[in-house]
């Protein structure tokens, strides 16, 4: 039987997780006719920026809880469990890998981040094997961005527009640790268990 499974990955620190990336997840699945969308969250993230983040069980806990009830919807702790930087090109590998049954692989992601892809590790190999969704903002300016990219990136890169919802995981945090409320940013189960657990207090 040919593989013919389409999927969408979803990686990122989540810490929270928030409706952003919920709403990112689900459009691209309609859009793109996706069998499913897999949540992937870092274990060490390779980005120095990036490694201050949560306990990995932590926010696997607060990603299970978000997608509660989608069924298009999994989580995967493939970047928890392997030792050292977490990757895109080895996550991606490793999914098609223990997945035969997966043809098409999307990686879900930001379209300000699509010119850092550049600099992501062996990126030209992670254009080989999966195509990126890039999803933009009401009034994001796709035409400059499109004039910076290299030609490799425009066969590979999709812009998916997407409703007005700008919410990032630095806000949420930020929110926390000022005492504001974060209700209708993150699903309420999300929310609890970040007052339940004391997170960026």
């Known amino acids: 039987m040919p593989a013919s499974e389409r999927v969408a990955l979803m990686g990122g620190t989540f810490d929270p997780i928030h409706y952003g990336h919920l709403l990112m997840a689900e459009e691209a699945r309609h859009a793109y006719k996706l069998d499913r969308v897999i949540f992937i969250p870092n274990g060490q993230p390779a980005i120095p920026k990036h490694q201050n983040v949560s306990d990995p069980e ?30 895109t090109l080895d996550t991606v590998r490793q999914i098609r890998r223990e997945s035969p049954h997966i043809g098409q692989i999307y990686f879900v992601t930001g379209a300000d981040a699509v010119l850092s892809i550049l600099a992501w590790h062996r990126y030209r190999d992670l254009l080989n094997e999966c195509e990126f969704i890039a999803c933009t ?15 490799e990136l425009v066969t590979n890169v999709h812009f998916l527009p997407l ?28 929310e609890s268990f970040i007052r339940r657990s004391g997170l960026y207090g």
Not at 173 to 184: L, Q, V, W
């Open 58 to 87: 932590i926010r696997l806990s607060m990603c299970a809880l978000a997608i509660e009830g989608n069924r298009y919807f999994s989580l995967s702790r493939v970047e928890v469990d392997r030792p050292g930087p977490s990757y």
């Open 163 to 190: 409703p007005g919802l700008d919410i990032s995981s630095t806000e949420l945090r930020t929110r926390i640790s000022e005492g504001r409320s974060i209700r209708y940013l993150t699903p309420d189960a999300v």
């Open 137 to 151: 903002r009401p009034g994001f300016p796709l035409e400059p961005l499109r004039e910076h990219m290299p030609p």
